[in-house]
Every structure is written in C-alpha cells, then in structure tokens.
C-alpha cells in the first residue's frame, strides 16, 4: 500500500514540475503572437496613424473578400460607404489625437459587390504612430434588426387598419355605433369636470323605406353616401358624426342649446336644398343638451334617449324638421 502510494507521489512531482517549467516557458515570451493574430476569430488589423493599413489577419480578408494584397495599403477611406466619410473621418481625427476608438459603426464595399456593416474598436499608440484595430461583421444582425423594424411597422400599420375597419361604417365611412359610443363616453366625462355643454343632434332620413322600394337598395345606399358626405362637409372638424344604424345618423356638438339649434336647422336646409337624382330627399332632427350644471348627472344613455324622443316629435310633426327636448319637457 505504501508502495503504492509512493509511485503515485513520483508521477504527480514529475508532473507538476513539467507543468511548471512549461509555463515559465511561456511566461519568458516563448509563445506566438503571430498564430494568436492569425487565428483570432475577429478582424484584427494594424494600420498607421493616417488610416493605411499595414497588417490584417485572415478573418479580416475574408470578411471583405478582396485578395490580402489588395488590402494592404487599403486606407480607411478606401471602400467606405459616402454616407460614412464625414462620421468616420471624425473618429479617425480623435485617433490621432490618442482618443480610444469604442464601438463604432459603419459601411465598406466588398469583393461581392454588397456594402458591409462593421463594428470597430482601436487603439492608438501616439509613439509608434500606430492604430491597433479589432472589428466585427454585423451586416446580419443589422438586417436582422431591420427586419424587425420593418415587421413591426407593418404590424403597426395593420393594426391601424384592422381598428379602422373595426370602427368604420363600410359604407359611408363615417365612424361606426360601437366607435362613436366610445369616443362620446371620453368627450361627455371630459366635459363634465370642465364643466362645458354639448348637444346631441339624432338625424333621420325621411320616407326612406318607400325611397328603398321604389329605387333599390343600390339606390339607397348611394343616397345614406351622399347625405354622409353632405353632413361631413356642413359640421365642424371637431364635431363628432357617425352612423347609428339603418338611415340614422347621430352628431354630437360642443355646442350649446342655440347654437345646436342653428346647426340642426343648416343640416336640414341643406339636404333639403340639395339636388337629388330622383326625388328630393329631407331629414329629420331631435335636439338634447347637456348643460352645464343642471344635467350634469345626465349619462350618455340619457342624452342620446332625449334626442330620440326629440326626434320622433319631429316625425310625427311632419318631417323635415328639428325638435329640442325642452321643448317637450316644456309642453
């Protein structure tokens, strides 16, 4: 067993004696720098104190694909990219100065005829009039980052679309019931703590059934576009107009009472007044308010309710007229 244990003793001492002379060895400089340049998976590069090459190591010649002898004496102005002169001669400027060069990035034109995006990061020597360099291909994570960019513009823009088609009404591209909803939900919550009043203006198209049955649901749709347009174009950019379903449109208006009022008489007056194809065509208008202190536990249900009942007053009044809920409430 002590014998055993002897010769163990015997092999680990020669062992570590080797050992320890191999690394003295390597210590007192006795290893390659060369084969360390040659072998580095990075560019490696040795250039003077203007920018002209000097010594490059085989992963640097591979990654722009001219021949090595073609490259030495390559100046850093050589194969760049124009719209990287100015930005690189700046860096080259402060290398002179002895200022470290740290992650810098852009363009040279290689022997595939492609334009190559480099990470730099040198070192000046002032003393020896020397630039050591080290650099990085990333051509394919900057596409791969453009890429990115590209698929999430896209997928902004499609979202954009989608929440457009969601809140649209197809065919007169006014805002929908389900967006108008919303949108007069935030304007009557806002208004209320500025304590400001709007008005509800619910539009109907009069006769519009025997219009559709005498002229075709192509005919009609072509008259809900028109009337549409003409409502666009009448109302306010800050005005708030939609289709509510069938033949009915809803405004809502940062109005008051009056003023709403005017307003309901000039939606009328202009759809009575327009030229139509086939026959002439009328609207009528209900009226509510909000105001300012008076109706300010009033919800959206409440107002667009009052305009509705406003507005069947005026159907049954005869049509092609407007009629304010207070005046109902007055009678």
């Known amino acids: 067993m002590l014998r055993k244990k002897y010769f163990i003793f015997r092999f680990l001492n020669r062992f570590f004696k080797k050992e320890t002379k191999r690394f003295g060895e390597i210590s007192e400089g006795n290893y390659s720098l060369d084969k360390f340049f040659d072998l580095s998976l990075d560019?490696?590069?040795?250039?003077?104190?203007?920018?002209?090459?000097?010594?490059?190591?085989?992963?640097?010649?591979?990654?722009?694909?001219?021949?090595?002898?073609?490259?030495?004496?390559?100046?850093?102005?050589?194969?760049?990219?124009?719209?990287?002169?100015?930005?690189?001669?700046?860096?080259?400027?402060?290398?002179?100065?002895?200022?470290?060069?740290?992650?810098?990035?852009?363009?040279?034109?290689?022997?595939?005829?492609?334009?190559?995006?480099?990470?730099?990061?040198?070192?000046?020597?002032?003393?020896?009039?020397?630039?050591?360099?080290?650099?990085?291909?990333?051509?394919?994570?900057?596409?791969?980052?453009?890429?990115?960019?590209?698929?999430?513009?896209?997928?902004?823009?499609?979202?954009?679309?989608?929440?457009?088609?969601?809140?649209?009404?197809?065919?007169?591209?006014?805002?929908?019931?389900?967006?108008?909803?919303?949108?007069?939900?935030?304007?009557?919550?806002?208004?209320?703590?500025?304590?400001?009043?709007?008005?509800?203006?619910?539009?109907?198209?009069?006769?519009?059934?025997?219009?559709?049955?005498?002229?075709?649901?192509?005919?009609?749709?072509?008259?809900?576009?028109?009337?549409?347009?003409?409502?666009?174009k009448t109302l306010k950019k800050n005005d708030i107009l939609a289709r509510y379903g069938g033949e009915e449109f809803i405004v809502v208006l940062t109005d008051n009472e009056e003023q709403a009022i005017i307003t309901a008489e000039t939606l009328r007056t202009t759809i009575q007044d327009h030229r139509w194809e086939k026959r002439s065509i009328t609207i009528s208008i209900g009226i509510s308010t909000l105001g300012i202190t008076s109706d300010k536990n009033k919800s959206t249900k409440d107002l667009i309710n009052e305009a509705d009942k406003a507005l069947y007053e005026s159907k049954t009044k005869g049509r092609n007229r407007f009629t304010h809920f207070r005046n109902l409430v007055r009678l």
């Open 43 to 232: 560019m490696l590069c040795i250039a003077r104190l203007d920018g002209f090459v000097l010594r490059i190591n085989p992963t640097f010649q591979r990654a722009f694909g001219w021949s090595s002898e073609k490259l030495m004496g390559f100046g850093v102005y050589t194969f760049l990219h124009p719209e990287h002169f100015e930005s690189t001669n700046r860096v080259v400027e402060d290398l002179k100065r002895g200022k470290p060069l740290i992650s810098f990035q852009n363009r040279y034109l290689c022997a595939d005829g492609t334009y190559k995006h480099f990470s730099w990061t040198a070192f000046p020597d002032l003393e020896e009039g020397l630039i050591y360099a080290i650099a990085r291909d990333i051509s394919e994570s900057i596409e791969a980052n453009q890429k990115i960019n590209q698929l999430a513009v896209e997928l902004k823009t499609a979202n954009c679309k989608l929440f457009e088609q969601a809140s649209t009404d197809p065919l007169t591209q006014l805002k929908n019931r389900r967006a108008f909803d919303e949108e007069f939900d935030r304007l009557i919550h806002s208004l209320k703590h500025k304590k400001e009043t709007l008005s509800v203006l619910m539009i109907d198209v009069d006769h519009f059934k025997s219009y559709n049955d005498r002229f075709g649901h192509i005919e009609g749709d072509r008259i809900l576009i028109e009337i549409a347009s003409l409502l666009s």
